[in-house]
T-cell receptor, first 117, second 114 residues
């Protein structure tokens, strides 16, 4: 089955720790995205990547880092610099059929809920 | 920059009643428009999308949406709601000059009463 997987489903972090959230897709999509979801605020873009070894900051990148070493994988690290990391994190992917300036449908993974203890 | 407003935070409808969820966007030209649905603790599932052409778009699960340029709206409708439709619904907007980024509304939580 093609799709997007995120792991773990639940993650607990102590203050001062870095944690890494996994996102893998087997849809052969070029672009991948990380969103943060808080109640009543919709989804906010953290980082996105259109090609391997390249990524751009979204609207709320501070305190987060990413890598894109493989087309299929786009892990997100929540660093200790992120002061309020408790949230639901969603990964998405899309084609770039129309090029890097096009808008294509984004498909989402099941999410990871991060809680700071 | 484009923006999206979903004016209703919560909506409650009776099972079998019709449903309309509102979405208004701010963008000078015709944007790309999406509706997604999210069950609690889950990811988002695409219901339907509008890129161009016929302004009435059919989606999955019996949903449809109509793009109205004059009102800058893309409201989601369903003629008869089922209890399983209870979820949170998100409208999203994209535009050519913003590449493949989407802007999401804050969401509308749908409750279905029997």
């Amino acid at each position: 089955d093609g799709g997007i997987t995120q792991s773990p489903k639940y993650l607990f972090r102590k203050e001062g720790q870095n944690v890494t959230l996994s996102c893998e897709q087997n849809l052969n999509h070029d672009a991948m995205y990380w969103y943060r979801q808080d109640p009543g605020q919709g989804l906010r873009l953290i980082y996105y990547s259109q090609i391997v070894n390249d990524f751009q900051k979204g609207d709320i990148a501070e305190g987060y880092s990413v890598s894109r070493e493989k087309k299929e994988s786009f892990p997100l690290t929540v660093t200790s610099a992120q002061k309020n990391p408790t949230a639901f994190y969603l990964c998405a992917s899309s084609t770039l059929a129309g090029g890097t300036s096009s808008t294509d449908t984004q498909y989402f993974g099941p999410g990871t809920r991060l809680t700071v203890l | 920059a484009q923006s999206v407003t979903q004016p209703d935070i919560h909506i409650t409808v009776s099972e079998g009643a019709s449903l309309e969820l509102r979405c208004n966007y701010s963008y000078g030209a015709t944007p790309y428009l999406f509706w997604y649905v999210q069950s609690p603790g889950q990811g988002l599932q695409l219901l339907l999308k509008y890129f161009s052409g016929d302004t009435l778009v059919q989606g999955i699960k019996g949903f449809e949406a109509e793009f109205k340029r004059s009102q800058s709206s893309f409201n989601l409708r369903k003629p008869s709601v089922h209890w399983s439709d209870a979820a949170e619904y998100f409208c999203a907007v994209g535009a050519p000059e913003y590449g493949n980024k989407l802007v999401f509304g804050a969401g509308t939580i749908l409750r279905v009463k029997s």
